[in-house]
């Protein structure tokens, strides 16, 4: 019995130990270079997602914006907070591009088409990313230590069931979406 005793209670620290220790050991958390207000800029600016995540001619994502996509309205200090002097003393003013870390960077392996999705599909941003285009403020990127990889690819939480979208972007969140929306892609569909 005792035995017994001392064993679950290895296996129950254990797993404690795996489940709630190890994912804050794996991830590195690293603050983005700005703080960015996507509310402010959608409600007060009237910027849709497209505005400045815009896909090019040819259906490509374009990817973070680049530095003239916010100079055009930033060249000099919209508001007073230190987050907008950072911006226009630090990369506005020197045309130096802003080195956001890339949430949801997918393995070179997979192939992701968002004019696909978005034009074809007809599927809105927040399907996919969640209300991140209502956020005030951007979280930290975690990134893990081992691979080098985005936390938010993964998801929040080791225990990945209950995601709400925008949480995780791995092959089974795609599979699940495709599936409810009785789309075939196939493994070439996605990997090349």
């Not at 968002?114 to 975690?142: M, N, W």
């Not at 599936?179 to 075939?184: E, I, Q, S, Y």
Request: overall charge positive; glycine content about 10%; hydrophobic content about 35%.
């Amino acid at each position: 019995m005792r035995f017994t005793l001392f064993f679950a209670a290895g296996v129950a620290g254990a797993l404690a130990a795996g489940w709630l220790l190890f994912p804050r050991a794996l991830y590195q958390a690293e603050t983005q270079p700005l703080q960015f207000n996507h509310k402010m800029h959608k409600d007060k600016a009237g910027t849709e997602c497209s505005g400045c995540h815009e896909l090019l001619p040819d259906g490509q994502f374009a990817g973070i914006p680049k530095l003239e996509s916010c100079a055009m309205c930033h060249a000099e200090p919209q508001g007073s907070t230190q987050t907008e002097k950072q911006l226009v003393e630090n990369y506005v003013k020197p045309q130096r591009e802003i080195p956001w870390k890339v949430y949801l960077r997918q393995p070179a392996n997979v192939r992701f088409s968002h004019a696909v999705h978005t034009r074809q599909g007809g599927l809105k941003c927040e399907q996919c990313h969640g209300g991140h285009g209502d956020s005030e403020r951007i979280e930290p990127f975690y990134r893990n230590r081992i691979s080098g990889e985005s936390r938010n690819v993964w998801g929040p939480r080791m225990v990945r069931a209950g995601l709400r979208p925008g949480e995780a972007m791995k092959m089974g969140d795609c599979e699940s979406c495709h599936a409810g929306h009785n789309v075939l892609a196939g493994c070439l569909g996605c990997h090349q």
